[in-house]
T-cell receptor, first 114, second 115 residues
């Protein structure tokens, strides 16, 4: 069974600094997809970034980038130039391509301090 | 930009009552999902729906739950007889229309409170 682990329940960072959130997963699949979702206090789930396992190049979206290490089954999220609006829960999620369910980690609560 | 919408944003109900949560997926999407998140816990998959039938469901999705696409735009989740433990945030998501996995886009959620 696929599992997703986020080992950092809470993190904090100073505004304008860089922070990295960790995620590891376990799967026997070779082709799959990984996501980071952001959940601000409003509790809406917002897609941050997506990575296809068959792509070696790490995905980037503006200030957000990932470090995808397929052999290590690691998928960390780097937030550069942190902003107060980045304060949120961040969930790592896995999809092995069944058009079925996303498997979520337990989340990391990120606080950006002024 | 197209988005998934959900109504109501907050539903309060008495234990044993039926509730229907409504979702309007993104218009050209073909795959629809319901997830729930109990306060302070992770998001859990309930059910996926494609081509007017359930394609996958979790252990949580028992006989008390049902889903329906009553027309070309709405996607509903019904809980037949609510329990206290059904109190949670319920998220609808949609994806497609492409083949294979596509990104799931989530609605803003419905907070269900069962008293």
């Amino acid at each position: 069974a696929q599992t997703v682990t986020q080992s950092q329940p809470e993190m904090s960072v100073q505004e304008a600094e860089t922070v990295t959130l960790s995620c590891t997963y376990d799967t026997s699949e070779n082709n799959y997809y990984l996501f980071w979702y952001k959940q601000p206090p409003s509790r809406q789930m917002i897609l941050v970034i997506r990575q296809e396992a068959y792509k070696q190049q790490n995905a980037t979206e503006n200030r957000f980038s990932v470090n995808f290490q397929k052999a290590a089954k690691s998928f960390s999220l780097k937030i550069s130039d942190s902003q107060l609006g980045d304060t949120a829960m961040y969930f790592c999620a896995f999809d092995w391509g069944s058009q079925g369910n996303l498997i979520f980690g337990k989340g990391t609560k990120l606080s950006v301090k002024p | 930009e197209p988005e998934v919408t959900q109504t109501p944003s907050h539903q309060v109900t008495q234990m044993g009552q039926e509730v229907i949560l409504r979702c309007v997926p993104i218009s050209n999407h073909l795959y629809f999902y319901w997830y729930r998140q109990i306060l302070g816990q992770k998001v859990e998959f309930l059910v996926s729906f494609y081509n007017n039938e359930i394609s996958e469901k979790s252990e949580i999705f028992d006989d008390q739950f049902s889903v329906e696409r009553p027309d070309g735009s709405n996607f509903t989740l019904k809980i037949r007889s609510t329990k206290l433990e059904d109190s949670a945030m319920y998220f609808c998501a949609s994806s497609g229309p492409g083949q294979g996995t596509d990104t799931q886009y989530f609605g803003p959620g419905t907070r269900l409170t069962v008293l």
